[in-house]
């Protein structure tokens, strides 16, 4: 199975938004595979590039920005390279997306019938009543019942947790390879929180399709996902199996990530916290994009590191100092 | 739904009545039509009976008392000049003028909606900056002006289409109308268009303010994700969230051009109500004065409740039963 192509193998990926501030460097050279049936966590602050990359392998990256370099290997064919009908034709059956907010990804004033049977007829010749087969079998895998009454209503009559539910339902309706979900549970509650990702994995395990899952919050993935790369200021600092990842960080972003989340054995001594914020991705610091709130850099970060696998193959680090001694 | 109805037009008789205060004070306020009616050689007898016969002599509390028990009877007096019931004068010209008003919310519509999608949707472009530099004209040269370049420009130097006046009208659904010859067309086209300038305008920035707000939502691009077609994105998720707002301006602003189409119809020497108004100003013929308000008034009130049940059908979100006063 190792010589297997992956569903998705991204390659030195760049995105860039040309402002008239000038080109800001969104995602700035991202490589990473997804193989099928994987679940890949993909986890860093605001700005830091994580959900462009995920609408860059969909084909829908806002103006003024554009994929300016890099493969998006899907399967082996190159979606960057791919024009606007096949990527339309891939959307949605082949690769899917959940959005982050419930309340805003299904359009307020058509009903949810109309918004799903549209989805099925986008990429199937079938009858109106196929259709409507289609999407109710999917709000029953997805677990909303009396899905033939919660067709015909409109998405203000759902909670925020059913409303994803119904895109989740929605993204399933052609079983595509791949499915990216950008931070899917963050706008809602912890406890349909935990619905959302246990229905999720059961459905990937079912079906064996890969999953890219957008997020900021560790605590998410680490259930969830098989590998995760943790980006920052439009680069992977570190990528390899989850459990490598969170018990030996190697990046001292990471490393601060992981301690900024609150844990019960802590209680009482003060949460760690990484100094400063996300630089502007239109002056980023010259070298290493995190030395600037770093405590381990010195004059050497100001060259840009190279991806080294200082403690274990395929754990992955882009620093010049990284946290061996844990390892 | 009907409890909402009921409310609304209970408030509505409350607002038609306040008006008729207004409206009754206002006229007499305007002046004493005798001297305009009266042959100046009259003498004191004549005019003391032309002024008892129209039933001026009363007090004005007398004269409202009047007028309001007439009006609720269906009739809002005669009018002085052409000895005829106000009403009806009134409605023999409403047709001219609904349909005047009818063919430019059509063009406003259909030009409108189409040219602010465009501009909003390529925003950028050399079309899509001429369609907003456009409405900028269009909603700042006064209208009598541009009604007149109209008539200069296509009657009398291109001499295509006729200065003024409305063609021949045929029985079309129980109404009058000119629009099915092209005799009527022709003349219908100017003061349509000139009529419509205004409100094109608004259609078309409203249009492109709703689409440049609507294509960045979240749930455009789920549209998208889902692989649904870009024309199918554009006329169903984007069309149909920009149409609320439209729809509420078009349906308030659709009485303001029952009501003021009076400068295009003077322009265009077409025979509907404003004309008629005017030249009633003009002779302080009351009772057509306080006819043509009330009806205006009366209409204003229905196109609002119409704008509103048309709304709920356009957006799910608001049910008229959720409505509180």
Redesign the interface.
């Known amino acids: 199975m190792e010589d297997e192509t992956p569903t998705l193998a991204v390659e030195d990926l760049k995105t860039h938004f040309f402002t008239k501030l000038g080109v800001a460097e969104a995602v700035n050279g991202v490589s990473f595979t997804v193989k099928k049936g994987e679940v890949v966590g993909l986890v860093g602050e605001s700005g830091s590039g994580k959900s462009v990359t995920g609408f860059s392998i969909i084909g829908l990256v806002d103006h003024p920005g554009r994929v300016v370099e890099g493969k998006i290997l899907f399967k082996g064919e190159d979606l960057a390279q791919a024009d606007d009908d096949r990527m339309r034709s891939l959307r949605g059956r082949r690769i899917a997306m959940i959005f982050q907010d419930p309340m805003m990804t299904l359009n307020p004033v058509l009903r949810i019938d109309t918004q799903m049977i549209e989805a099925v007829q986008a990429h199937e010749q079938v009858s109106e009543k196929e259709a409507r087969e289609t999407a109710r079998d999917a709000l029953v895998q997805v677990g909303i019942p009396s899905p033939d009454e919660r067709l015909k209503s409109y998405p203000h009559q759902f909670s925020g947790g059913m409303r994803q539910r119904v895109a989740i339902a929605t993204a399933l309706l052609h079983k595509p390879d791949l499915i990216i979900a950008d931070e899917p549970t963050t706008a809602l509650d912890v406890t349909i929180q935990g619905q959302i990702l246990h229905e999720v994995q059961k459905l990937c395990r079912e079906t064996g399709m890969s999953l890219i899952w957008i997020t900021h919050d560790l605590s998410v993935v680490a259930g969830l996902a098989d590998r995760i790369c943790v980006m920052y200021a439009g680069q992977i600092v570190e990528r390899g199996e989850i459990s490598d990842v969170l018990d030996h960080p190697l990046h001292p972003y990471t490393n601060g990530l992981i301690g900024s989340v609150p844990s019960h054995n802590r209680r009482g001594q003060p949460l760690a916290q990484i100094p400063g914020m996300t630089p502007s991705l239109l002056n980023l610091p010259e070298g290493c994009a995190f030395h600037p709130r770093c405590p381990r850099a010195d004059g050497a970060c100001f060259v840009q590191p190279q991806v080294t696998e200082p403690a274990k193959l395929g754990h992955e680090v882009r620093c010049v100092h990284p946290h061996l001694e844990q390892a | 739904m009907s409890v909402f109805i009921i409310r609304r037009l209970l408030q509505s008789v409350v607002v038609i009545w306040v008006m008729s205060l207004l409206v009754f004070g206002g006229v007499y306020l305007i002046g004493d039509p005798i001297d305009m009616l009266i042959n100046p050689e009259a003498d004191q007898e004549d005019i003391d009976a032309a002024i008892r016969a129209l039933g001026l002599d009363k007090p004005i509390h007398e004269q409202y008392w009047f007028f309001l028990i007439n009006a609720l009877k269906g009739d809002l007096g005669s009018s002085f000049i052409f000895n005829e019931p106000a009403l009806q004068l009134i409605l023999a010209r409403m047709p001219a003028t609904m349909e005047l008003a009818f063919a430019s919310l059509f063009i406003s519509i259909f030009f409108g909606i189409p040219l602010g999608m465009w501009a909003g949707l390529h925003p950028e472009s050399i079309a899509g900056r001429s369609i907003m530099t456009g409405s900028i004209l269009g909603f700042s040269l006064p209208s009598f002006w541009v009604g007149i370049m109209f008539i200069m420009f296509f009657a009398v130097i291109l001499g295509v289409l006729p200065s003024g006046g409305r063609a021949e009208t045929t029985e079309f659904l129980g109404m009058q109308v000119s629009f099915l010859s092209w005799d009527g067309l022709s003349h219908i086209l100017l003061p349509a268009v000139n009529l419509a300038l205004f409100k094109l305008s608004l259609v078309i920035r409203l249009s492109r303010a709703g689409t440049q707000e609507v294509i ?15 024309k ?1 994105v554009i006329l ?2 984007v069309l ?2 920009i149409l ?1 707002p439209v729809v509420t301006i078009l349906g308030l602003e659709f009485g303001s051009v029952i009501a003021f189409a009076v400068v295009t119809e003077t322009v265009f020497a077409w025979p509907g109500m404003g004309k008629l108004i005017i030249e009633s100003i003009d002779q302080l013929d009351r009772p057509v004065i306080v006819a043509y308000l009330m009806i205006i008034v009366f209409m204003f009130i229905v196109i609002n409740l119409v704008v509103d049940i048309l709304y709920s059908v ?4 608001v049910r008229l039963q959720d409505v509180k006063a």
């Open positions: 960045h939502q979240d749930y455009i691009k789920f549209a998208r994700a889902k692989g649904v077609s870009e199918r169903v998720h149909k969230n609320i356009l957006d799910p979100r």
